[in-house]
Every structure is written in structure tokens, then in C-alpha cells.
């Protein structure tokens, strides 16, 4: 593929925890205004690698890059948000202001505005005055996608949106990710319903800590590649070796600098 | 009418050191209050007690070598202060060690510290001021000092205001977006010191955390927003302090404890007649809306 081409490019990409990897050796790129799903079981390193793209965990070796000038949206599967914080719906979607006004920058009718439409956008009308602790899930939810409207970023990352959330909900913020991807831009997004994927999704990675398959959602969910990714072991091997140079996956430019990990499943 | 001016309004026209302890105290509610909601609403509030102990060393050792002068004290203070609130900020960023735990772990040594240094010197009554303050002694120094950490206070929140929000309402967000996270909570970190130092003058070093905490608790109890909620919070702050300096003036009581007491009586009619208090929440309503 195309450097240029690429939004996020995984070179060799190990992460994890302890020494122990959750995502390993995971090369390839996401293209630019592609909309993929990420898909695996528990443990698999789906929340791992989204939280490698977004910057908060550090690889453990190999690269994570994503293209210059990209602005990213991500919405966590465990959210540090505050329930019981005095707020209101509008101070949370307006939380997405962040990137364009920064610290100093004071907010503009426009911005305001903004906020509205993006509220409305997802069926909240009327919520904007409500405290965020009277909120259902699925209200909360819409207003969170509400707020990665209003940060309009180039590169979007949901982890595990659809979570006890019911049809409707679902289908509505399906539609909203359908309209990203419409305006080009690039969106990844943790899904277990593999039916949802296959019926929405272009493209999909199945991951099983480490890929398993990647590209047309149809074919990458396919039984043979479902049942393969099943078959890793989502515990821990303390015992097992350290994973260097020359093992059974293929090694392009692969280095431990001497900080060797843990192949968690020998 | 003429009586009630004579109880409440004389005291502070008559006496200069009234008029001082008054002007201390309120500038001292303006900054120190805010900051108590945020202290509060981030769930640190024990920490600001913490800090208040941590502070003493500081103090004590400023104490030791130039006597009772207030910027000595106030210098060492401010450092042991910042010394502890950054390491333990540093431990709770960098390992796993959450903020509470290493918050204690500083303070404690901080506070062993801070006792052997006293030890040093011995008992003295003097130290009986570091400990619980003489509001009503407050000399020109020490309102420049209180007025200068009241404006750096007020300054830093206007400008922090939004970045503070953020940090509170959802931390994961604010690191996803921007580096600022990790700096904005070391400028929250140093305000709380800054107001337990500018309050250990007026009100020692163990009850200054009481003008910080106590009118933020109430003021949750009436707002469920933040700029309300901190208004409030700055005035029930004001109020506790001219109640305590009158009870202290009339009734011959130590000022210190009585504003706190104060601060503390304002708390706990909140709790019960807040509008998000016992008898407005747990009184069963007669009627509810259809939708």
C-alpha cells in the first residue's frame, strides 16, 4: 500500500503489559477514509492496540505512526468519566472543543451552535440543560458520539460502543459511523456482533493477540480464520520464552533493543 | 436597630486589627474556597488535610532559625508543601501507586520530620500560633502576602478553568486530546498549597484546610453546577469568617476554631435544608410529573 496512503501504520508492533504482550507483531497500515472492525475475543488486544494508536501505552518495541496533521477522536471502552461531577450534557459534547480552542482559546456562538447540532444529531434534543447524572447508558452513549462529532477528527476510534445498548440506539449510531465514513474519514471500531460487521463493515482485523486475518470483512470472518482465533490462549504463561529474532512469525526489522517480552502463549 | 449595628457592624469600624483580620479573612475566602471544590469534587479532600500537615515542617524549620516571622515561615512552608505535593503527584503519575496512598506516605514522613524538628528547639508556646493561627494579629506583611496569593489564585482558575473541568470530568479524555493533563493537575497541586500557606497565618496550619473544605461540602448541597457551586462556596466562606471574627470579638473566643466552627454550623444546615440535601431529597414527594 501506498505510504501516503496510510492513516496509522503498524511496523512490528509489540504492546502490552509487564512484559507480557496483548497485541505482538502486528505490521500493516489502516488506510486513509477506510472504516474497519476490529474484532477478536476477551483479551484479544483490540482495547490494547486502539490505546496504542491514541498514544497512551507506550509500544514495548516496534512502531506505531499515525500520519502527520491526523486529528483523533477516541472514545474509550472504560471511560474515566466522572458520573457524579456537577455537569451538564452541554459541558460534556462541549468537552469536544478541546482540539480546535484549546486552554486559552474563549468559546464562539459558532462553537455553540455546534454543539447543538451535533446533540441533535444524535437524537438529544432537548438534553443539552439535563446533569449528566440523570443520563440512561444509552443516552450517555449518544451524547459521548455526540461529543466526537463536535471534535470532527480525521481519525475516529470507538472501542466496544454498541455494549448494553439497545437496537435502536445501535442502529442510529451505526447510521452516524455510516455518515463518517461517508465524509472520508478514517474510523476503527471494536465490535463483537460479527453479524453487525459483516452487514456494515468494508473491512475487518481479526486479532487474537496476534493478527489472524485482515482485510474484506466477509472473508476475514470467515469459519477457518474464526476458528484459528479461537485457539490462543488468553492467560498468561509466565514460563513461556522470551520471544527473540528467528521465531515462527516473520521478523522484518525486528528488534528488542534488550528489552525482550514474554510471547504469551508458547 | 442601633443595637444591631453596635453587635455587628462596630467592631470592625473601631478596631484596626478587626478591620485587618476581616480583610484577611475575606480575600482568604475568595481563593481559598474554589479550590476546596475542586479539591472536592476531584475526591481529594483528605488530601488537602494532608497537605495542611505536610506544611508544618516547612514552617517549623522557617520557625527554627528566624523565629515567629511570617515570610520565613511562609517560604519554608510553601517548599515542604510543594515538595511533598509533587512527589507524591510523581509517584501516583509514574507507578502504579495511586494518589491517596503516596499522598500519605509523604505526609507522614513530612510530619515525623516536622515533629523532630520542633523537638529540636522544644516546647514553645509561640509554636501554639504556627499550629492554630492569630487571625486577629495579622500585620501588613502577612495582607500583602494573603492579597498576593489570592490574585495568583483567582488568575490561575480563570485561566486553568476549562483545562480543571476537563481533568475532573474525564481525565482519559483530556490525555487523548492533549498533554496537559499530567501539568494541569501539578498547577491544581500548587494552588492547594499556595491557600494552606496563605491560610496557616490566619488560621494555623491545621485548621486552614477548614476554610478550604468545609464551605465547598455545603455549597454541593445547594448547586449541581461548578461556577455556582464556587460562588457559593467563596460566599459561605465570607459569611463563616464574619461570624467567626464576632463570635471570637464578643465572646472572647480563639478566631481560628471560631470560624471554622462557623464554616462547620453553615455545613450542617446544608446537609439538611440544601436543596440537594436530607429533607429535599429523602421526604417523599406528594406529586411526581407523568414524564
Known sequence: ?266 | MHALHDYIVAPFVEFAFMQRALVGALMLSASACPVGVFLMLRRMSLMGDAMAHAILPGAAVGFLFYGLQIVPMTLGGLGAGVVVALGAGAVSRLTIQKEDASMAAFYLISLALGVLIVSLRGSNIDLMHVLFGTVLALNDEALVLIGAIAAITLAALVVFWRALVAECLDPLFLRSVSRLGPPVHFVFLALVVLNLVGGFQALGTLLSVGLMMLPAAAARFWASRVEPMCLLAALFGAASCICGLLLSYHASLPSGPAIILSAGAIYLLSIIAGTRGVLATRVRHISHRTA
Open chain 1, 1 to 266: 500500500m501506498d505510504r501516503m496512503d496510510a492513516c496509522v501504520t503498524f511496523e512490528d508492533l509489540t504492546l502490552g503489559y509487564n512484559r507480557h504482550p496483548a497485541v505482538h507483531h502486528l505490521s500493516g497500515s489502516v488506510r486513509k477514509g477506510s472504516l474497519t472492525a476490529l474484532v477478536g475475543a476477551n483479551g484479544s488486544g483490540k482495547s490494547t492496540l486502539l490505546k496504542g494508536i491514541v498514544g497512551v501505552l507506550q509500544p514495548m518495541s516496534g512502531v506505531c505512526r499515525v500520519a502527520p496533521g491526523t486529528s483523533l477522536a477516541y472514545l474509550p471502552q472504560q471511560s474515566e468519566l466522572d458520573r457524579s461531577f456537577p455537569a451538564r450534557v452541554v459541558d460534556l459534547v462541549s468537552l469536544g472543543l478541546w482540539p480546535r480552542r484549546g486552554l486559552l482559546g474563549r468559546l464562539r456562538p459558532e462553537d455553540f451552535e455546534a454543539v447543538a447540532t451535533a446533540l441533535s444529531a444524535v437524537g438529544l434534543d432537548g438534553f443539552g440543560k439535563r446533569p449528566i447524572d440523570t443520563l440512561s447508558g444509552g443516552q450517555l452513549q449518544r451524547a459521548l458520539f455526540a461529543r466526537v462529532l463536535v471534535q470532527d477528527a480525521d481519525l475516529i476510534l470507538l472501542d466496544e460502543p454498541f455494549n448494553a445498548i439497545d437496537a435502536r440506539t445501535v442502529a442510529d449510531l451505526v447510521g452516524l459511523i455510516m455518515r463518517w465514513h461517508g465524509e472520508r474519514r478514517t474510523v476503527v471500531v471494536v465490535v463483537h456482533d460479527l453479524d453487525l460487521v459483516r452487514q456494515h463493515f468494508p473491512e475487518a482485523l481479526l486479532l487474537a493477540r496476534r493478527p489472524v486475518a485482515w482485510g474484506d470483512a466477509r472473508s476475514t470472518l470467515a469459519p477457518e480464520n474464526l476458528l484459528r482465533a479461537r485457539q490462543f490462549n488468553e492467560a498468561w504463561d509466565d514460563d513461556a520464552p522470551w520471544c527473540a529474532p528467528g521465531d515462527d512469525h516473520p521478523h522484518a526489522g525486528h528488534r528488542h533493543d534488550g528489552d525482550a517480552h514474554r510471547k504469551g502463549a508458547a
